[in-house]
C-alpha cells in the first residue's frame, strides 16, 4: 500500500533465490511431463479430428449400426465390431447412440460426434471424459483395458434431459 | 516537483486522518456504489448456492430439474461474473485514486459504467428466472438463450470496460500531475496487472458474446461451437485471474494492514505480478484439453501457461507474503523458534484470519488441484465431472471470496465511514466460511474422483432408459459437500449481517484506528511505512516459511504424481 | 502515501532498466494482448479452421 523506495530494483536474499531457482526447476519438470507422458504413456488425449455435418453423421452412424447390430436393447441397436474397425458413437438430446460392445485388449477408433448441441462423454466407471462437439468427428484409438459393463454418461448440460441421457459400452473378456 | 493539473479538472478531497492519504470524494462515492452491488449480488448468489447444495445431496433433492438448471446458470453468472467484478471496479478504484492520492478521471463516466453495469447484471438475472436462458452461465453455442441474456452480459461487459479504462487513465493522470513519486505502491501494481488481464478479458467476452447475441436474433445464421468455445474461455478464464491478480494485491493490502508487512522485495514480488500479465491468459487452453480440434502442441504449450511460468508467478507471491508477514513480525521481537510469528499472530483479527485461511485453501488446493487437472493428459479423468467446481470453489470462494470479505470489514469505517458493528461475528465469520467451504470443496473433488459429473440433476439416473450405478460412496462426498455449503452460507450470513447492520446503523464516524479489534492500532503508521525497504537481516529471515513453502511443493508433488498413477488406471487412448 | 523523496544530496538516481520496464505498465499490457492473442487465439483458432473434413460417406 505504500509506496516503495526510489530505487527497488535490488538483489535478492539467498532465501528468494533458492526458492526461486526451486520453483523454476519444478516448472520445468512440470512442462517436461506432458511431452514425455505423450511418448511414453498409454492415455493421451486424441489429436484426430475432423470436420462433418451433424446430420450427415447422425444418418450414417444410424445406417452403420443398423446394419451391424446383434442385439438391441430398449429399442437401441447394440453393435459388435471387429477388433481393428472403425466405431461409432453418435451424441443426442438426449442418448448415446448405439450400445457398443467391445473385446477386452482389442483397439478401436472410436468416432464421437454430435446430431446437435454439445454434450460430453463421460465413461463411467474408468472416469474417462471428452467432449463432444456438433460439427467435429472426434477419433479415439481406445483400447478397453477391462472388462464389464460401462455406463455413458453425459456430463455436458444438454438442456432438460440432460440427466437422462445414458449409453452402454459392454466390454467382454 | 510541478504539478500540472488539466485545466477543467476539479477534485474534491479529505484527508484519511488513520492512512493519511487523500481521498477523492467522487471516487470514494463510487468505491460504496460498486461495493453495495457487489454484496447485493453476492447475497442473491449465495441464496442460489443453498438451494442448489440440497439439490445435489441427493438425499434432500430440493430443486426440480429445470428451477436446478435455471439456478445453476444463475449462481455462475451472479458469483463468476457480477459479484466479483462490481467488487474489483470498486478496488481499482480503490488502488487508483485513492492509494495514489490523485482524483478519479472522469467520474461521470464512471457512474455510467455502473449504471451499464447493474442494468446488465439485473437483465441477465430477469432473463434467467424467468426461464428465458437455461443455458449455465457458459452459454455453449449452440444452446441457445433469449436475445436480452446475451445483452445483459454484453452491457455488464462495456460498463466494467470503461471502470477499466478510467483506472488506467486515472494512474496515468496521477503520475503526469505528480500526485505520486517514483513507482506506484505494490497493491497498486498488482491492480494494475488485474486491469490489464480484464482488458483482453472483456474485449474477448464481446467476440464472444456479440457474434452470439446476433446468432440469437437470427441475424446470424451460425456461430461455430470451437470457435464459441476458444473466444469464450478467452473472456471466462482471464476474468477469473482478474480475481487472481486482484487478490494477491488484497493479500499485500491485509499484511500491511494487521501486521504492518511491506514487501520483501519489490523486485520478485513485481516479476510474479509481470510473469501474471504476460502469461496468465494462456491457461485459458485448460478448459479446451478434452475437446476435438487443437493438437497437442497447441494444447501442451498453452495449458502450462509458458513453461508454467505464469505459475511460477504464483510460487514467488505463496513465499513473499508469508515471508514479509513473517519478517514484520520478527522485527517486533518475536523471534523464538520457526514459528513464533505464527503463533501470536492477531489470528483475531478478521483481515488477518481472512488472509490466511485464503491463502491456505486458495494456495494449498486451488493452486494445486487447477495445475493438476490443467494437465493435458490429466484432464481426462477430471473434465466436466464435479473435481472441476472443487477446483475453483477453492480458487475463486475460499481464496478470493474470503480475501475480499476480510478487506470489507477495513472498507466500512475507512471509506464508508461507519464503525464496524457485531464485531464478534466478525471475527468468527472468516474461519466460519472458511470452514464450510473446506468441506464444500473436499465433497466436490471426492465426488469428482468417483465419476459423478457436473452441472447434473440426478446421479441416481432414476427415469433413465439405461440402468446406472455410480459408486455408493458418492451418497457420502455428496452430503458432506451439502453439509459444508450449509456451514459456508451460515459464514456468509455472518459476513452480510455485519457490512448491512454496520453500514446502515449507527452515525457516520471518522475512522481512529487501522484494525478492527486488535491491540496495535495502526501497523501501517507505526511499522510498514518506518520499515519500507529496510534490509532483512539473519536474524529476522523468514526460516519458518521456507519450511511452509518447502511443505507446500511435497503435498503439490504428491497430488501431482497421484493422478498420473490414476490417469495410468484408465482405458488406453490416443 | 507516497512522501516525495527528498535524499540528502538531491543527486538523481540511476534507475535500473529493469525497474523502468517493470513501471511501463503499457507496455506489459501490448504485450499481455499479443502473447494472450496470438499463442491462444489465433493459433487455436487456425488449429480449428484447418481441419480435415471426414472421411464418412
Known amino acids: 500500500m505504500v509506496s516503495p523506495q526510489a530505487l527497488w530494483w535490488k538483489p535478492l536474499h539467498r532465501y528468494e533465490k533458492t526458492w526461486l531457482i526451486v520453483g523454476l526447476v519444478f516448472c520445468v519438470f512440470l512442462t517436461a511431463m506432458m511431452p514425455l507422458w505423450f511418448v511414453l504413456g498409454k492415455q493421451n488425449v486424441p489429436t484426430t479430428t475432423y470436420r462433418v455435418d451433424p446430420l450427415q453423421y447422425a444418418v450414417f452412424v444410424t445406417r452403420w449400426a443398423e446394419a451391424n447390430k446383434v442385439d438391441t436393447i430398449n429399442n437401441i441397436p447394440v453393435v459388435a465390431p471387429a477388433p481393428g474397425s472403425d466405431v461409432y458413437l453418435l451424441g443426442r438430446q438426449w442418448q448415446w447412440y448405439p450400445v457398443l460392445k467391445l473385446q477386452k485388449g482389442q483397439t478401436y477408433r472410436l468416432h464421437l460426434s454430435s446430431q446437435d448441441i454439445q454434450h460430453g462423454f463421460s465413461l463411467q466407471p474408468t472416469n474417462l471424459n471428452l467432449q463432444v462437439l456438433p460439427g467435429y468427428e472426434y477419433v479415439a484409438t481406445i483400447t478397453p483395458t477391462t472388462g464389464g459393463e460401462f455406463a455413458v454418461i453425459c456430463n455436458e448440460f444438454c438442456a432438460i434431459g440432460h440427466h437422462l441421457m445414458v449409453g452402454k459400452i459392454i466390454v467382454t473378456e | 516537483m510541478a504539478v500540472t493539473t488539466f485545466p477543467a479538472a476539479r477534485a474534491t478531497f479529505r484527508t484519511c486522518p488513520v492512512t493519511t492519504l487523500k481521498v477523492d470524494i467522487a471516487a470514494e462515492r463510487l468505491i460504496i456504489a460498486n461495493a453495495v452491488a457487489a454484496v447485493v449480488f453476492l447475497a442473491l448468489g449465495g441464496l442460489f448456492a443453498l438451494l442448489l447444495a440440497l439439490t445435489r445431496w441427493q438425499a434432500i433433492h430440493l430443486l426440480p430439474a429445470d428451477w436446478f438448471y435455471r439456478v445453476l446458470t444463475g449462481h455462475g453468472f451472479d458469483m463468476l461474473v457480477a459479484w466479483i467484478v462490481f467488487f474489483e471496479v470498486a478496488g481499482l478504484y480503490f488502488g487508483s485514486a485513492i492509494l495514489l492520492n490523485a482524483r478519479l478521471v472522469g467520474p461521470r463516466l464512471a457512474w455510467l459504467a455502473y449504471a451499464l453495469m447493474v442494468v446488465g447484471a439485473v437483465l441477465v438475472n430477469v432473463m434467467v428466472l424467468m426461464g428465458q436462458a437455461d443455458v449455465m452461465f457458459t452459454a455453449y453455442v449452440p444452446l441457445k438463450a433469449h436475445p436480452l441474456f446475451y445483452l445483459g452480459v454484453i452491457l455488464f461487459a462495456v460498463g466494467a470496460l470503461i471502470a477499466v479504462l478510467l483506472f488506467f487513465a486515472t494512474v496515468w493522470v496521477a503520475g503526469r500531475e505528480g500526485r505520486y513519486q517514483g513507482s506506484m505502491p505494490l497493491v497498486t501494481f498488482g491492480l494494475m496487472v488485474a486491469a490489464i488481464i480484464a482488458f483482453y478479458t472483456l474485449v474477448s467476452g464481446a467476440l464472444a458474446f456479440v457474434p452470439a447475441f446476433l446468432w440469437s436474433l437470427g441475424l446470424l445464421p451460425y456461430v461455430d461451437p470451437g470457435y464459441f468455445r476458444n473466444v469464450f474461455w478467452s473472456f471466462g478464464h482471464p476474468a477469473q485471474q482478474i480475481n487472481l491478480a486482484a487478490m494477491v494485491a488484497v493479500w499485500y493490502a491485509l499484511a500491511t494492514i494487521t501486521v504492518g508487512a511491506t ?70 521481537g518475536l523471534t523464538k523458534g520457526a514459528f513464533e510469528w505464527l503463533r501470536k499472530a492477531p489470528w483475531h483479527e478478521p483481515g488477518f484470519a481472512a488472509l490466511v485461511l485464503s491463502m491456505i485453501l486458495f494456495g494449498w488446493i486451488g493452486g494445486v488441484t487447477g495445475v493438476v487437472i490443467g494437465t493435458e493428459q490429466i484432464n481426462m479423468l477430471a473434465h466436466n465431472t464435479l473435481r472441476l467446481p472443487g477446483h475453483f470453489h477453492a480458487t475463486v470462494v475460499a481464496g478470493t471470496t474470503l480475501a475480499f470479505m476480510g478487506l470489507t470489514y477495513y472498507l466500512i469505517p475507512l471509506i464508508f465511514r461507519k464503525e464496524l458493528k457485531l464485531k464478534k461475528l466478525a471475527q468468527w465469520q472468516p474461519y466460519v466460511f472458511g470452514v464450510g467451504m473446506f468441506l464444500t470443496i473436499l465433497g466436490m473433488i471426492g465426488s469428482g474422483l468417483l465419476g459423478i459429473p457436473r452441472r447434473h440433476w440426478d446421479i441416481t439416473f432414476t427415469n433413465a432408459p439405461l440402468q446406472v450405478t455410480l459408486p455408493g460412496a458418492a451418497q457420502i462426498t455428496l452430503a458432506v459437500m451439502g453439509i459444508g455449503a450449509l456451514i459456508a452460507v451460515v459464514g456468509g450470513i455472518l459476513y452480510l449481517a455485519v457490512v448491512l447492520v454496520s453500514v446502515f446503523t449507527g452515525p457516520r464516524v471518522e475512522a481512529s484506528r487501522l484494525t478492527l479489534v486488535m491491540d496495535r492500532r495502526n501497523p501501517l503508521v507505526e511499522q510498514a511505512i518506518p520499515n519500507m525497504g529496510k534490509e532483512v537481516t539473519e536474524k529476522i529471515a523468514p526460516r519458518g516459511t521456507v519450511i511452509l513453502t518447502f511443505a507446500f511443493l511435497v503435498f503439490f508433488m504428491a497430488y501431482y504424481l497421484t493422478n498420473w498413477w490414476l490417469l495410468g488406471r484408465m482405458w488406453w487412448i490416443r | 502515501m507516497s512522501e516525495p523523496q527528498v535524499s540528502a544530496h538531491e543527486e538523481p538516481q540511476e534507475i535500473p532498466r529493469g525497474q523502468k520496464l517493470f513501471d511501463n505498465w503499457i507496455l506489459l499490457l501490448l504485450l499481455s494482448l499479443a502473447i494472450s492473442g496470438v499463442f491462444y487465439n489465433a493459433w487455436g483458432l487456425i488449429e480449428l479452421f484447418t481441419l480435415p473434413p471426414s472421411p464418412i460417406r
Open chain 2, 263 to 332: 514487501p520483501l522485495n519489490e523486485k520478485l514480488s513485481r516479476l510474479a505480478f509481470v510473469l501474471y500479465a504476460l502469461f496468465i491468459n494462456l491457461g485459458s487452453a485448460h478448459h479446451l484439453l478434452s475437446d476435438p480440434g487443437p493438437g497437442f502442441a497447441w494444447k501442451m504449450g498453452n495449458t502450462s501457461y509458458a513453461m508454467y511460468l505464469a505459475v511460477l508467478g504464483s510460487l514467488i507471491h505463496a513465499f513473499s507474503i508469508p515471508g514479509a508477514i513473517e519478517v514484520a513480525q520478527r522485527r517486533r
